[in-house]
C-alpha cells in the first residue's frame, strides 16, 4: 500500500471512532462525489483525507484540460461530478464531457446545439450536471437553454428514448397561456428514485412566467408532478396575493439548486423573488411561494412545510443556493436539520421534518415603502441564531476610509442616498445603499457541512449596492418603453451601463447595423440573455431608440402588442449599480470578501477569515482586503477547506479548525465555481474549474491537484 493510501485509510478509521453510534448511522458516503454539492444532501464535504494540513503544502497539478471554447465574456460555473473512475463537466459554450478522472484524458465530448439545431444562442452558464444509472443503463442530465437533455454515460450519445429525441422542451407543460418567454435551465436538478427534479432561471421583469417545480421520469421524459410556486385559485397561498394580477406574475422560481433527503422522500427547494423584482405594486400580499424553502414529498410534489424569509421583496433577496442537510446536536439531542444560506447574511436553520426552527425567527418591524401603487410588507424574519456570517448594515463607520481621496470619492457617491438599515425600501425620492448587497452575502456557490464537527463554512460578498427607482412616465415612445422593460435594469434608463459588468449602451450604431443588433438581442451573447420572445415589432422600436432614431411621437401613448408583456411596472429600478472607487475598489472598509466557519450546536461563529487580495493594495503594504467572490468551499477530513471563488485567480486550502491559510496556488483564469473533491486510482483530487468573468479575464480550464507520487 502506498503511503498516501495508508494515511487516507487511517484518517478515515480515526474520524469513523470519533462519532458515536447513533451520529455515524446516518452519515451518506461522502468518499464519492457523484452529485450537485458532492452528495444530494448539499453537504459538498468530502471523508477523503489523503490530502491533509501536514502535507497540503505539496500539491501540484496534476492534469490541466482544456476546453477550447471560451470566448471574451465566457464562464465556467460548473461544479463537475465523478462517477465510476470518469469525471463529468461543462464547457463555457454549454458542452458537456467525459474525461479518465485520474489523468483528465478525454472519453467523449458532445454539442447540445447539434442537436438542437442552428447556432449556438445563448444558454447563459450551466452549474452542473445529474446522474442516473440502473444496471448497465447509465445516464447524464443536464440542461441547455431551455431543455433538459439526456446523454448515454459511456457513449455520450442521446438517449432517443427521453422525451422526443434525448430532450424535452422545460418551456412546455408548465401550466401557463403564455407561449414564448425566457427560460434557462443553469442549475442540475435533482434525482430522486425514477424521477428528476427540475427548477429555471425566469426573466426578473413582469413578462416572467411562473416558476413552478417539476418532476420528470428519467426513464421517458414524462412530466410527472408539478409544484406551483404562484399558487392557483384554490390552492394554500392563493390568498396572499392579489387575486386581479396573480396570473400576470411570474418567477417565484428555484434557480438556486435543491437537496434531497433521499431516505425520507423530502426535497427541499428554495425561491426566488416574484416579478417586478424592486416594485410590487401588482402582487399586494406577501407571495408565497416567493423568497421561501419548500419542503415537498419528492414522490408525489406535495407540500409538507415551508418558510418565507422575505415577505413581498422588493430588493431581489432570492435564496441564492441549495440548502445543506445538516445533522446537529441540540441541549443534548441530535437533530435532523436543514440549513438555508442567505443573500442578508442570515443562515435559516430548521427541523428537517417539521420544519419547526432550531433557533427563534423573530418577526420585525421594517421602513415602509413610499413609492406610489406600493405596498410593503410591515414585518421581515430575523433570525436570531445563528450569528450573522456578515455584517448586516452599512453605515457612517463602514464607510470606506483606506485613504483620503477614497472617502471623498464614496461620499461625494452617496450624497441623496439613504443607508443605515439593510431593510429600506427603494425610492423614487432618492437612492438607498443596498447592503448586504445584490450578490450576497451568500451566492450560489453554496455552503459547507462538516458532518463530523458539525461545522458549516460559509464565503460571502461584503459589497454595498447603489438602486435608485425611476417613474416610468406615459410620454414613453414603444422603443423607450420596450427598453425599459427588459434593459433598463443592468444597463441603467440614460443606457450607459455599469463597466465591466454592464457595457455602456451609448453609441451602438458605430458598432452594430439594424441585423446585427437584432440578431444580438433575439440570440444574446455572454452574460446577455436572450430575448428572442420580445415581438419583432416591438425589437425594431427599441433598436430605433437605441440608434436614435425613431420617429414615433414620444408624447403619445404606446402600447405593447403583440408580446408577452403584460403589465408595465410604474417604476422600474434604474440600474444595478455597485458602490465602487473611482480605481473599481468597494466602498467599504474592508473585508470585502470572507470565509466563516459557524458551529451548528451553538449557532456561534467559530472563525472569520478574509477571502481574496488585490495583489497592487498587497504590494502597497495594505493588509489583505478580500476580494467579491462566487463560488463555494468544500471540507474534507483531512482538516481542510478548499476554496477558489476570488478574483485574485487563486485557490486556497484553509485551516479548518484555525481559518488560517495554508496553500494556495495561482489559477489560468478565476475559479468562479466549486472544487471537486474525489478519489481515482487510490488518489485524491482537488479540481476547480477556472472559467474566469466577472470582471476578470475568461478561461477554458480544468485544473486538477494531487500529491506528487
Known amino acids: 500500500m502506498r503511503t498516501h493510501q495508508l494515511i487516507s485509510f487511517i484518517n478515515i478509521i480515526l474520524i469513523l471512532f470519533s462519532c458515536s453510534p447513533e451520529e455515524g448511522s446516518k452519515f451518506l458516503d461522502y468518499s464519492k462525489w457523484e452529485h450537485y454539492g458532492g452528495t444530494k444532501d448539499g453537504a459538498r464535504y468530502s471523508s477523503l483525507a489523503q490530502i491533509n494540513k501536514e ?19 465566457s464562464q465556467i460555473q460548473t461544479q463537475p461530478i465523478m462517477v465510476n473512475g470518469i469525471f463529468y463537466g461543462v464547457s463555457p459554450q454549454i458542452n458537456v464531457f467525459a474525461l479518465q478522472a485520474h489523468t483528465g484524458k478525454p472519453i467523449w465530448r458532445f454539442n447540445p446545439f447539434q442537436l438542437l439545431g442552428g447556432e449556438n444562442s445563448w444558454a447563459g452558464v450551466n452549474r452542473g450536471l445529474a446522474y442516473w444509472e440502473e444496471g448497465e443503463d447509465k445516464r447524464i442530465f443536464f440542461s441547455a437553454s431551455n431543455y433538459l437533455i439526456a446523454l448515454d454515460a459511456t457513449s455520450g450519445r442521446p438517449i432517443e428514448s427521453f422525451g422526443e429525441n434525448g430532450m424535452i422542451d422545460l418551456k412546455k407543460e408548465l401550466d401557463t397561456d403564455v407561449e414564448d418567454f425566457l427560460l434557462v435551465s443553469n442549475t442540475p436538478g435533482v434525482i430522486y428514485k425514477d424521477k428528476i427534479i427540475m427548477g429555471m432561471r425566469l426573466s426578473e421583469g413582469l413578462d416572467a412566467v411562473p416558476g413552478h417545480i417539476r418532476a420528470y421520469n428519467v426513464k421517458t421524459g414524462k412530466r410527472e408532478w408539478i409544484f406551483h410556486t404562484i399558487p392557483h385559485e384554490g390552492e394554500f397561498g392563493y390568498e396572499t396575493w392579489e387575486a386581479e394580477h396573480i396570473k400576470n406574475i411570474g418567477a417565484a422560481n428555484n434557480w ?7 431516505e425520507r422522500g423530502i426535497v427541499y427547494v428554495p425561491t426566488g423573488s416574484a416579478s ?55 441541549d443534548g439531542k441530535w437533530i435532523d436539520a436543514v440549513a438555508q444560506t442567505s443573500k442578508q447574511g442570515y443562515v435559516y436553520v430548521f427541523n428537517r421534518v417539521t420544519g419547526e426552527p432550531i433557533w427563534p425567527i423573530e418577526e420585525r418591524p421594517v421602513p415602509q415603502s413610499n ?11 430575523h433570525p436570531t441564531l445563528p450569528e450573522p456570517f456578515m455584517r448586516m448594515v452599512y453605515t457612517e463607520n463602514e464607510i470606506l476610509k483606506i485613504t483620503p481621496e477614497w472617502e471623498a470619492d464614496i461620499r461625494s457617491k452617496l450624497e441623496n442616498v439613504k443607508y443605515g438599515d439593510m431593510w429600506l425600501p427603494p425610492s423614487h425620492e432618492h437612492g438607498i445603499v443596498l447592503f448586504p448587497g445584490m450578490d450576497g452575502g451568500a451566492e450560489w456557490g453554496g455552503s459547507s457541512f462538516d458532518p463530523y464537527t458539525q461545522t458549516s463554512y460559509v464565503n460571502a460578498n461584503e459589497m454595498p449596492w447603489v438602486i435608485k427607482m425611476g417613474a416610468n412616465p406615459k410620454s414613453l415612445s414603444l422603443g423607450q418603453s420596450v427598453y425599459a422593460n427588459y434593459c433598463a435594469n443592468c444597463h441603467g434608463m440614460d443606457r450607459k451601463g455599469n463597466p465591466p459588468a454592464f457595457p455602456t449602451l451609448l453609441g451602438l450604431e458605430k458598432k452594430f447595423n439594424e441585423t446585427s443588433l437584432d440578431n444580438l438581442i433575439k440570440n444574446g451573447k455572454g452574460a446577455m440573455p436572450a430575448f ?18 425613431e420617429k414615433e411621437d414620444p408624447g403619445a401613448k404606446k402600447e405593447m402588442e403583440g408580446g408577452t ?3 408595465t411596472p410604474q417604476f422600474y429600478m434604474q440600474g444595478y449599480s455597485r458602490l465602487l472607487t473611482e480605481d473599481g475598489y468597494p466602498g467599504i472598509q474592508p473585508p470585502w470578501g470572507t470565509l466563516t466557519a459557524i458551529d451548528m450546536n451553538t449557532g456561534k461563529i467559530r472563525w472569520q477569515s478574509v477571502l481574496g487580495e488585490f495583489d497592487e493594495l498587497t504590494a502597497k503594504g495594505f493588509e489583505p482586503t ?52 474525489y478519489e481515482a486510482n487510490g488518489k485524491q483530487f482537488v479540481v476547480i474549474a477556472c472559467g474566469g468573468g466577472k470582471g476578470t479575464k475568461s478561461g477554458d480550464a480544468y485544473v486538477a491537484f494531487a500529491l506528487p507520487d
Open 626 to 677: 478580500g476580494t467579491e467572490n462566487y463560488g463555494g468551499p468544500v471540507t474534507t477530513a483531512g482538516g481542510l477547506v478548499f476554496i477558489a471563488a476570488t478574483k485574485d485567480e487563486k485557490i486556497r486550502a484553509f485551516d479548518k479548525d484555525t481559518g488560517k491559510v495554508i496553500w494556495e496556488a495561482k489559477l489560468p483564469a478565476a475559479g468562479h465555481a466549486t472544487p471537486a473533491v
Open 256 to 262: 438556486a439548486g435543491m437537496s434531497l433527503d433521499e
Open 532 to 549: 428572442s420572445h420580445i415581438a419583432e415589432n416591438e425589437r425594431k422600436a427599441m433598436i430605433a431608440y437605441l440608434f436614435g432614431e
Open 565 to 567: 408583456q403584460r403589465l
Open 276 to 330: 417586478y423584482d424592486f416594485w410590487g405594486g401588482y402582487r399586494h400580499g406577501a407571495n408565497l411561494f416567493a423568497n421561501s424553502l419548500i419542503a415537498l414529498d419528492a414522490n408525489t410534489g406535495e407540500r409538507i412545510w415551508h418558510f418565507q424569509a422575505v415577505h413581498h421583496d422588493i430588493w431581489d433577496r432570492d435564496f441564492p443556493a441549495n440548502p445543506n442537510l445538516i445533522r446537529i446536536k441540540k
Open 55 to 73: 502535507n497540503v503544502k505539496n500539491l501540484e497539478v496534476a492534469w490541466t484540460f482544456h476546453t477550447n471554447d471560451a470566448t471574451e465574456r
Open 371 to 381: 413609492l406610489p401603487g406600493e405596498k410593503s410588507w410591515p414585518t421581515q424574519p
